[in-house]
């Protein structure tokens, strides 16, 4: 079984911060992209950021300069810190990982439920 629980939503005004983390648990053995994702009410998820186990980071054009997303390999966690954050960026926001189970031979992408991040004007 794996888990990917996400946490640090929640409200702020324009202009703040937030930083979200996203644990990843259970029988992993290999994790690469990790990435952050979002999602806003009658829109289509939309990708926010990802990054390869290595380190290399690839970011919406929307949140460039304003957010950065970093990982830590030996506690499986991805985390997204948000600055100058903008009423636009009001959405869901999901973590993800292609990862691999022990005693399975590929890797395959697993979703957390979200967190809410609202950004009041």
């Known amino acids: 079984q794996v888990q990917l629980v996400e946490s640090g939503g929640g409200s702020v005004q324009a202009g703040g911060s937030l930083r979200l983390s996203c644990l990843a648990s259970g029988t992993i053995f290999s994790i690469n992209t990790m990435g952050w994702y979002r999602q806003a009410p009658g829109n289509q998820r939309e990708l926010v950021a990802t990054i390869t186990r290595v380190g290399n980071t690839n970011y919406a054009d929307s949140v460039k300069g304003r957010f950065t997303i970093s990982r830590n390999n030996a506690k499986n966690t991805v985390y997204l810190q948000m600055n100058s954050l903008k009423p636009e960026d009001t959405a869901v926001y999901s973590c993800?990982?292609?990862?691999?189970?022990?005693?399975?031979?590929?890797?395959?992408?697993?979703w957390g439920q979200g967190t809410q991040v609202t950004v009041s004007s």
């Open positions: 993800a990982a292609d990862l691999q189970v022990y005693f399975t031979s590929s890797y395959r992408d697993y």
